[in-house]
């Protein structure tokens, strides 16, 4: 008989981390099933730790996101873990944290099992971070890549800590995402390896000739050392080099994959689906056919970018800023106001009355264009509320504007009638702030011109998952 396939899978998200563990089925249609799956919020946003940042700085603590995964860990059966042969890891995008070779993190055995511990670590600066003006990425080179430059990618954000932290940046040896950094520590990797899914998020990355653009980075001064090694997405980072909580010493841990990779794996099925992810930012997705070339130079004005995916083929990618984190900002802005008045109430709370009051409106005539963070296109073109008329201010009347909003600014990146165009029948519907919310999913089927359906909401984490599982599976019948 051959041996049990159940694979992990981890989701470094902005706001949560996701653990699912996936295990093969014959009987069932998809060929898999969901053992298990746990989310955690990761509450780890933090001061910025260079003041220069100023406010636009966004940054996360590693150690709370850590803590997160292992809380996620904590909560999945034991004797499921036991069994799993392959670990996939997938995280937000962009984003950059550094770290000190052979001292990112100390393995404990103290509490019930077996964790590492970040040590000499740097905060996470995000995909959502805006230190970098318009100004100072027109300073930057211009990079060869199809990809252009924008705040928050790694590339741009270690060219500001050159030019404003110097002394900051000569801390460390060592820079990757967030799940490269999982992934290395995993398996004891003294320089961590990167997909070019990651890497190509990072900007001067040439995803032709799979390589960074070394001599132009070298030229300006940057500090190429700290470019990790590229790998395959798909293939196999190295093995855990420790027991971790009950998944044995010597487990096949994956290269790191993008979270947008991860989410479209997990549910695209056919060349025809389109995904739409809703999280804390959010993206429409179509696939490309294979033999597609992106066009060879950057246009920072296109809302439509073009990231690898497997086997070097492309997805065509409106990736918007503005998704769940607009209906977070507005929580927590309600949720201040509230404390401001004296009174106390649960984020949690507010989601709940917010998207019952706006189920019951189902119209308005308030219009809110949600773009609080700019658009990587228009990073200048911030949010604002038009047609504000005395009889629309209810909760249910904004929340129903905020949640078109989202849905309309996205139409306006990426036409959905573009999406027939390239042969789209369908559209998968995933992230956990959609499937969370009613109103998100009734503006999106209003929208769209064609059929949704909806996939789960660890999306990204089973997606990490199934990439181990059928390589563990292929591995299994060779
Ligand atoms: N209680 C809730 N009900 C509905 N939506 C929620 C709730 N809590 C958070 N959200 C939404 O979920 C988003 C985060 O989704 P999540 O899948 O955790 O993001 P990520 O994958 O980026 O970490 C938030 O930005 C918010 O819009
Ligand atoms: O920005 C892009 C692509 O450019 C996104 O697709 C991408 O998935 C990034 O990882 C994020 O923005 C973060 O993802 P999430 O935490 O919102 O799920």
């Known amino acids: 008989m051959a041996a049990r396939s159940v694979t992990l899978g ?10 699912a563990l996936v295990e093969a089925a014959l009987g069932d249609p998809s060929g898999f099933v969901v053992l298990a799956s746990c989310a955690r919020a990761a509450q780890a946003e933090t001061a910025a730790q260079s003041a220069a940042a100023g406010p636009q700085g966004q940054e996360q603590d590693v150690k709370r996101i850590i803590q997160a995964l292992h809380e ?9 873990l036991r069994k799993v ?3 996939g890891v997938s995280g937000q995008m962009h984003g950059v944290m550094f770290w000190k070779t052979g001292q990112g993190c100390a393995w404990t055995e103290g509490g019930a099992a077996p964790v590492f511990e970040p040590r000499a670590v740097s905060h996470l600066v995000t995909w959502q971070d805006g230190r970098c003006s318009s100004e ?3 300073s930057l080179p211009q990079p060869e890549s199809h990809l252009s430059v924008a705040t928050g990618f790694g590339c741009a954000t270690i060219f500001w800590l050159l030019k404003n932290s110097p002394e900051f940046l000569k801390s460390y040896d060592t820079a990757g995402t967030i799940h490269d950094y999982v992934v290395a520590m995993l398996c004891g990797l003294a320089r961590p390896l990167m997909s070019d899914q990651n890497a190509a998020s990072w900007g001067y990355f040439n995803t032709r000739s799979q390589s960074w653009n070394l001599e132009i980075l070298r030229a300006a001064g940057f500090p190429i050392q700290l470019l990790p090694d590229v790998a395959e997405p798909g293939s196999v980072a190295g093995r855990t080099s420790q027991a971790w909580f009950e998944i044995p010493k010597g487990t096949q841990v994956g290269v790191a994959l993008g979270d947008l990779q991860a989410s479209v794996y997990s549910c695209m099925a056919q060349k025809t ?20 070339q992106p066009p060879q130079t950057p246009d920072p004005a296109a809302p439509v970018a073009y990231f690898p995916y497997f086997d070097r083929t492309y997805l065509a990618v409106a990736a918007s800023l503005n998704g769940g984190n607009v209906l ?4 927590h802005m309600l949720v201040q106001w509230m404390a401001d008045l004296g009174l106390q109430v649960e984020e949690s709370m507010v989601y709940s009355c917010m998207i019952q009051a706006a189920a019951q409106q189902r119209d308005t005539c308030l219009t809110i264009t949600p773009t609080v963070l700019g658009e990587r296109h228009l990073p200048d073109q911030l949010a604002s509320v038009t047609g504000i008329s005395s009889s629309d201010l209810s909760l249910g009347h904004v929340t129903r504007a905020l949640c078109r ?18 042969g789209v029948e369908r559209v998968i519907g995933s992230g956990s702030a959609l499937s969370r919310n009613e109103v998100l999913k009734q503006e999106v089927q209003r929208a769209f011109p064609l059929p949704v359906s909806y996939g789960r909401d660890v999306d990204a984490a089973v997606g990490a998952a199934l990439v181990m599982l059928q390589r563990s599976l292929s591995q299994q019948k060779s």
């Open 85 to 87: 042969c392959g670990i």
């Open 72 to 80: 996620c860990l904590a909560a999945l059966p034991r004797q499921q």
């Open 136 to 138: 100072f990425l027109a």
């Open 328 to 331: 977070a900002t507005f929580v």
């Open 273 to 292: 689906d389109a995904v739409l992810n809703i999280s804390t930012s959010v993206q429409l997705v179509a696939s490309m056919p294979s033999g597609f």
């Open 405 to 422: 909003g989202i849905v309309q600014n996205l139409h306006s990146m990426l036409p959905f009638r573009q999406l027939r165009e390239w």
């Open 10 to 19: 981890i989701d470094l998200g902005t706001t949560s981390v996701k653990a």
